[in-house]
């Protein structure tokens, strides 16, 4: 599982121009699914995501977690994030996980994202969304975790 991670002051997002999720202080976290993940992947990327430390505390150090701030997440699937470049101009999806398996997986996250006590909002899965984000920083984690592997990030 793979996550692009944008601390935001603001986000939303959009399906066929209405607003579907939005937030205020928080982070927007890009979700890409591979074949192999696993429900223990998805919550471990939810816990080291909550308790990542990319907020300014006082002293102007990047010190302070999502939990600590009381931001939210703005959850966004994207398969593309599993894009091979490697061969030819036409991006290969082969490792990004089939879209029953990525949903079921996509919504674990989430939900262990709540389970933490933060607040979710999301895009809507499979559909072609705009997404609006006012990156603070900026500031863009990538985080990652294969399925078998060591603690994420």
Do not use: W
Not at 45 to 54: D, F, Q, S, T
Not at 81 to 109: H, K, M, N, Q
Not at 136 to 146: A, D, H, K
Request: proline share 3%; glycine share 12%; hydrophobic share 50%.
């Amino acid at each position: 599982m793979r996550l692009v991670v944008q601390r935001v002051r603001r986000a939303a997002v959009r399906v066929d121009g209405a607003v579907v999720g939005e937030i205020g202080r928080g982070v927007v976290a890009f979700v890409g699914v591979r074949r192999g993940d696993t429900a223990a992947v998805a919550r471990d990327l939810a816990a080291k995501l909550v308790h990542l430390r990319i907020f300014e505390d006082d002293a102007g150090k990047m010190n302070r977690s999502l939990l600590e701030v009381g931001g939210a997440v703005l959850s966004v699937s994207q398969f593309t994030l599993y894009a091979d470049t490697t061969r030819g101009r036409r991006p290969s999806f082969l490792e990004a996980a089939e879209p029953a398996a990525a949903e079921a997986l996509y919504e674990v996250f989430n939900d262990a994202l709540r389970a933490h006590g933060v607040p979710v909002a999301t895009g809507r899965f499979g559909a072609v969304m705009l997404v609006e984000i006012h990156n603070e920083g900026p500031v863009t984690i990538l985080l990652e975790r294969e399925a078998g592997g060591g603690p994420a990030g």
